[in-house]
């Protein structure tokens, strides 16, 4: 910048109150009257000042960036010494056989249904699941408290249950999940066609035995030469409420003709009660007897308890009271 020009006053001698001239060298002020000189003493000008100060405040600001900076590279220093320390150890315990990192790293494989399965319980609508395990020695994973069942009661034969499994440390299952049927349950028997077979031919064959025992005493005998006996219907009354005591009650009746001495024949009607029946996982039908009033009793004979009835002589009579007696049930056409 160009310094301009100020506007000056003159200098007054302090010997004689003269004014004072500049000298020719300019380096001091001379009073030509007593001669007495005044030496100038050069200062720096503003602008001069002004620089100095900006030059100074700059290296104020450089030193403290460089510190901040040093500051910076000391931080990121340290803090890759300390990255390196840890991925040193780490690396070290990724080596170790058996280390917690080199298992989290290196997990093994396993599937964790080898050995495994689920046995079903108790009836079908009431059933629930239980895990069986065979390898437990051989497989360390093997706790049943990494296993989870859903649905685990409630079950009935159909049904679909899912075993999620979670691996412990060190291990990764595939798969992790695995769907069972259930199978197994003890089923009621709610139609006559549940019945067949072997189960069918028990059943007929208890009955057929209580109806010889009920007619022992009359053939042969001085009243009758001869009787013959052929299933005739099968009546399946069903509670409509599962807490009743027998929640199912079937009826194997029979048709009896009994050859009298005169050679006429004479028709009845037959019926075994068999209570409670229920077929489990093997398949063999499983029955009690129930007591009702006013009929003989029968007894064990190979399958189940029985009861014996006195005969009808008409169906539509038996069946009659077949209904009456079982009133709270409901009979399954």
């Known amino acids: ?58 290296e104020e ?45 290196f997990p093994r494989m396993a599937n964790p249904f080898l050995g495994v399965n689920v046995k079903f319980y108790g009836m079908s609508g009431e059933g629930r699941a239980e895990l069986q395990i065979s390898n437990r020695r051989s497989a360390e994973y093997a706790d049943e408290t990494r ?22 440390l060190g291990w990764r299952f595939e798969p992790d999940e695995k769907q069972f049927t259930v199978e197994g349950l003890t089923i009621w028997v709610t139609n006559t066609y549940q019945i067949s077979g072997d189960n ?11 109806i010889r025992e009920d ?11 001869d009787i013959t006996y052929k299933p005739y219907r099968m009546y399946l009354f069903v509670s409509d409420e599962k807490n009743w005591y027998d929640y199912n009650v ?12 005169d050679g006429s024949v004479f028709t009845s009607y037959e019926a075994c009660r068999y209570a409670d029946l229920k077929i489990p996982a093997d398949g063999v039908l499983t029955a009690d007897y129930g007591m009702l009033q006013g009929f003989n009793f029968g007894f064990s004979h190979g399958f189940s308890y029985a009861q014996a009835f006195s005969g009808w002589t008409s169906p539509e009579g038996m069946e009659g009271d077949l209904r009456h007696v079982n009133d709270g049930r409901h009979l399954v056409e």
């Open 1 to 58: 910048m160009e310094q301009k020009d100020a506007k000056t006053l003159p200098l007054i001698c302090p010997s004689c109150g003269e004014e004072m001239e500049l000298s020719a060298d300019g380096e001091k002020i001379v009073c030509p009257h007593c001669g007495h000189a005044m030496l100038i003493e050069k200062g720096e000008s503003k602008q001069e000042g002004y620089d100095q100060n900006t030059a100074e405040s700059f």
């Open 61 to 105: 600001d450089n030193i403290e960036d460089l510190q901040r900076n040093d500051q910076r590279r000391n931080r990121l220093r340290g803090w890759l010494i300390a990255f390196c320390i840890v991925a040193g150890i780490c690396l070290i315990n990724v080596l170790i056989p058996g280390s917690p990192m080199r298992e989290m790293l």
């Open 147 to 168: 296993y989870e069942i859903k649905p685990e009661t409630g079950l009935r034969n159909g049904d679909v249950v899912t075993v999620k499994a979670r691996a412990p």
């Open 200 to 210: 069918l031919a028990s059943i007929h064959a208890n009955t057929e035995q209580l």
């Open 215 to 225: 007619w022992e005493d009359i053939v042969p005998s001085s009243f009758a030469t």
């Open 250 to 261: 079937l009826y194997d009746t029979y048709e009896v003709k009994v050859t009298r001495t």
